[in-house]
């Protein structure tokens, strides 16, 4: 190794949650518009062992991006968008339908266009979390 060079080694699951908080910054500019303020996005990793509830993004401690545990009424790959006040909702991640959603449309339109562009985060982080591979096609 040459001097004043180090070899920096980042796991799978580090590379997942930069790129997962590269993609919900994006959104959070997007959503945020030219005449507001930036959003602030947290992205933090939480072992499924320890809660049931794995929140992947948060922007302005308003739009929440989670993936939870042993839900009995939908067991198949989902996501949930929770927005304090207005609504929430969860969404399949193979099609982005809606399971269930109270959500406006408006709104629900720009986070799902998130969602499409950002299908292999979610796909990666629900693996992670829930032990096992899914295939979205």
Do not use: C
Request: proline share 2%.
């Amino acid at each position: 190794m040459r001097k004043g060079f180090s070899k920096a080694r980042i796991d799978k699951t580090k590379i997942t949650l930069l790129k997962l908080k590269a993609a919900v910054t994006d959104l959070s500019d997007d959503l945020g518009g030219r005449s507001k303020q930036p959003y602030k996005v947290t992205i933090r990793k939480i072992r499924p062992v320890e809660i049931d509830i794995v929140t992947v993004g948060k922007i302005n401690n308003n739009i929440r991006f989670e993936v939870r545990e042993k839900e009995p009424h939908h067991n198949e790959a989902h996501f949930h968008i929770t927005i304090r006040g207005k609504g929430s909702g969860s969404y399949r991640i193979s099609d982005f339908s809606a399971i269930e959603s109270n959500i406006s449309s408006k709104t629900e339109k720009k986070l799902l266009a998130w969602a499409q562009e950002n299908r292999q985060i979610l796909v990666d982080t629900w693996n992670e979390f829930h032990g096992y591979r899914i295939t979205v096609a």
